[in-house]
């Protein structure tokens, strides 16, 4: 068996725009589903939703027939965890809240087997196609994105920091916790958190990474593209459903 490929970190190496959606509902139901709707990329999240590690692996094998592509986001970053989602099969990481440049390394050492890291060493596992890649950890390093997360004012000043550490393969900024980080708590839309999102994209850009952002409002979205995201997430699933639940609700309420 070859190794599977990670078309997402490839494509983010073309520089070709993917758009994406957040996976906050648990279950391989909702993964799979998700993946049948033409995004390019999906995150499974296990910060902000019940989905727990567990449930993280009928999640992945789900998706795995569709060309979307799973990326999951740990609880933080703790090289237990990630090195229990890397044994799963998850090929793309978004680590949540990462400060500085040995915050950043920490999460690179966490993916890497010795001696270029700390990955604990296991056998028969998803990752390899159960001992079926040859030589799969010379090579897995190869196939694996490490996305890190921009969540603060404080990180913000330090992205060329943290974009030079080796290892990390792009930086996505999280509005939400910038603005309260901002004293904006709530108002992602206040002008000087806008103006802080365009001068990360930048920032992140000139650093010669991709930058990626999740917002639901689409003309921001466009706005982030054209500021130079590569990646970009427009949407969570059960803010979806609450919208469209609400919005049929209200057609028969009204008639």
């Known amino acids: 068996m070859m190794l599977p490929k990670n078309r997402f970190k490839a494509a983010l190496k073309d520089g070709r725009q993917q758009i994406g959606l957040w996976n906050s509902i648990p279950g391989s139901l909702t993964a799979e589903m998700l993946a049948t709707c033409g995004y390019d990329w999906v995150v499974i999240d296990t910060e902000h ?23 999951v986001r740990p609880a933080s970053n703790d090289k237990v965890l990630i090195k229990r989602l890397l044994d799963f099969g998850a090929q793309t990481l978004l680590i949540p809240y990462v400060q ?15 001696p270029r890291g700390l ?26 994105c490490l996305i890190l ?18 290892g ?4 996505f900024i999280g509005p939400a916790d910038l603005a309260a980080s901002m004293g904006h708590v709530g108002n992602m839309a206040h ?22 952002i999740l917002t639901t409002d689409l003309e921001f979205a466009r706005r982030c593209i054209e500021w130079g995201t ?19 609700s209200a057609r028969f309420r009204e008639e």
Do not use: W
């Not at 567990?54 to 789900?62: F, H, K, R, S, V």
């Not at 002008?191 to 990626?212: K, N, Q, W, Y």
């Open 168 to 171: 990390v393969d792009a930086l």
């Open 49 to 71: 939703a019940l989905t727990d590690i567990p449930d993280t692996l009928p999640m992945l094998q789900a998706m795995a027939p569709y060309r979307t592509a799973p990326v």
């Open 191 to 212: 002008p000087d958190v806008v103006a802080m999102v365009e001068r990360a994209i930048h920032a992140i850009v000139d650093a010669g990474l991709p930058a990626g």
């Open 119 to 144: 990955r604990g060493v296991a056998g028969m596992m998803r990752a390899s196609v159960f001992q079926t890649v040859p030589d799969y950890h010379r090579k897995a390093e190869d196939e694996l």
């Open 230 to 248: 590569t990646f970009t997430a427009v949407g969570i699933d059960m803010v979806l459903l609450a919208q469209s639940a609400r919005a049929l």
């Open 100 to 114: 500085n440049a040995d915050e950043a390394r920490a999460a690179v050492e966490a993916i890497r087997y010795a």
């Open 149 to 166: 997360q921009i969540e603060t004012a404080e990180a913000v000043d330090r992205i060329a920091e943290i974009a030079a550490v080796d």
